[in-house]
Nanobody, 127 residues
Framework: QVQLVESGGGLVQAGGSLRLSCAAS????????MGWFRQAPGKEREFVAA????????YYHDSVRDRFTISRDNAKNTAYLQMNSLKPEDTAIYYC????????????????????WGQGTQVTVSS
């Protein structure tokens, strides 16, 4: 079992920045690929970014590429999502998720692939 707790959400003006954190407890964090997803009201949960277990593979949704950066610190059992140049359309609840990695390069991007989820943190971007 892996328990995930997100933090760092809030209200920010368009063009601003936030850094989300995802603290993990339980089994070896470094064995898991990590992903960030978001869900806006009335919409399905969507992929934002993913990182493999050693941080060497990074994937982003096209809408956040060049604005968001995913990273992880395995020594601190924490994953991060740095969000810059935020837009009102980034407003959503942001979730981190974990998936056990069968190989070093494994970097899943599908919602259904992930086994463990945090409770979410609200990000609101005002225009």
């Amino acid at each position: 079992q892996v328990q995930l707790v997100e933090s760092g959400g809030g209200l920010v003006q368009a063009g601003g920045s936030l850094r989300l954190s995802c603290a993990a407890s339980g089994r070896a964090f470094s064995s898991y690929a990590m992903g960030w997803f978001r869900q806006a009201p009335g919409k399905e949960r969507e992929f934002v970014a993913a990182i493999n277990r050693n941080g060497g593979n990074l994937y982003y949704h096209d809408s956040v590429r060049d604005r968001f950066t995913i990273s992880r610190d395995n020594a601190k059992n924490t994953a991060y999502l740095q969000m810059n140049s935020l837009k009102p359309e980034d407003t959503a609840i942001y979730y981190c998720a974990a998936r056990y990695s069968p190989s070093a390069d494994y970097t899943p991007v599908l919602v259904a692939t992930y086994d463990y989820w945090g409770q979410g943190t609200q990000v609101t971007v005002s225009s």
